[in-house]
């Protein structure tokens, strides 16, 4: 395998140079539930999964992210797989992020609140490990669990622990919480936040706040769970037991919802199919032009997704006067906060 970085962008203020595109792999974990509700994506083909990921890093992709919770244990396995079956030179490329903070149960495939005790942070960051195939965690990442700036502070230490153990090379938040990442930012140890941006909005405060800090900007939904690609309509949805359709998070496949959403769509189609891009990769490159800390994970599925994901590294970011055009044309968008 030949891995050539197109385009890379630097993981925070000490991390390493990653591509400038990263890999979401929440969809490759299959189903589960959370909190009594449908949590993935429908039913996956596990080696189709692992085509997908190395058509990813053929393509120049050197950031996977995933969490213990995607399919409960089952996308930081196929991780592992994928990434086993490299050789030495290009698996050392890769760059893997994952998360902890949330309870879930292996055996019975479920998930449903927080425990962010120094013993639980610990012992997940050993089951990811094991999963993963990996000595050590190139980015370990609060998913959820930090209730005040105090318990942020526990929290950091523990990480601290394990970036002196060698367990994690860095660490990050993963909570819209300005508070929170203020605390995490006094690390410099913690290299990033995640939060959600897309074509249709952030949240504005964490944005700010990770870029006081000089943190990068991992920014998951990039193409708002599918609703930027452009494969969906009111009576092509996606299908039942996928998350999407019955989340308290987001709305786009509401029924009530969804044409909005699709008209906003229609209002920066042109725009964002700027030079040939699909929508896919328009949508991408909008977020590179928006910030040069922000690195967008999208899903992927197949081989043809991570492809296409992957295309926008050729293409770039998008011309800053159409990002602009783009931004003011969406200014009403609810999700920007």
Not at 79 to 85: D, M, P
Not at 151 to 180: H, R, W, Y
Not at 187 to 193: D, G, K, L
Not at 332 to 337: G, L
């Amino acid at each position: 395998m030949t891995t050539i970085i197109t385009a890379t962008r630097s993981l925070g203020r000490s991390g390493p140079q990653v591509s400038a595109i990263g890999v979401g792999s929440w969809a490759l974990g299959g189903p589960y539930q959370a909190n009594g509700r449908a949590a993935g994506w429908g039913e996956v083909d596990d080696d189709e999964s692992i085509r997908a990921l190395h058509a990813a890093f053929d393509a120049g992709i050197t950031l996977i992210d995933t969490a213990p919770t995607y399919g409960i244990g089952h996308s930081e396995s196929i991780i592992g797989r994928a990434l086993a079956t490299l050789p030495a030179s290009a698996a050392e490329l890769i760059t893997v992020a994952t998360k902890f903070g949330l309870v879930y149960d292996e055996r019975r495939r479920t998930t449903g609140g927080t425990d962010t005790r120094p013993e639980t942070i610990r012992a997940g960051c050993e089951d990811s490990l094991r999963r993963l195939g990996l000595d050590t965690i190139g980015l370990f990442q609060l998913h959820n669990g930090a209730e005040s700036p105090a318990q942020a502070e526990d929290i950091v230490a523990t990480c601290e622990e394990l970036v002196a153990a060698g367990k994690i090379n860095s660490f990050g938040n993963g909570q819209d919480d300005p508070e929170i990442t203020a605390v995490f930012a006094r690390s410099a140890n913690c290299v990033a936040i995640q939060t959600q941006i897309n074509v249709f909005g952030w949240a504005a405060a964490s944005l700010d706040a990770a870029r006081s800090a000089g943190l990068a900007i991992l920014a998951r939904s990039p193409l708002a769970m599918g609703m930027l690609t452009g494969k969906y309509t009111p009576s092509r949805r996606p299908a039942p037991g996928d998350v999407r359709l019955d989340t308290p998070y987001w709305d786009y496949f509401d029924s009530d919802a969804m044409p909005g959403w699709l008209e906003r769509l229609d209002t920066v189609r042109e725009l964002v199919t700027t030079d040939g891009r699909s929508l896919t990769q328009g949508a991408l490159g909008y977020l590179l032009a928006l910030d040069p800390a922000i690195i967008p994970l999208p899903g992927i599925r197949t081989e043809a997704q991570a492809i296409e994901n992957a295309g926008a590294l050729d293409h770039g970011p998008l011309p800053a006067a159409v990002a602009t055009k783009i931004t003011d044309l969406l200014a009403d968008s609810p999700e920007r906060r």
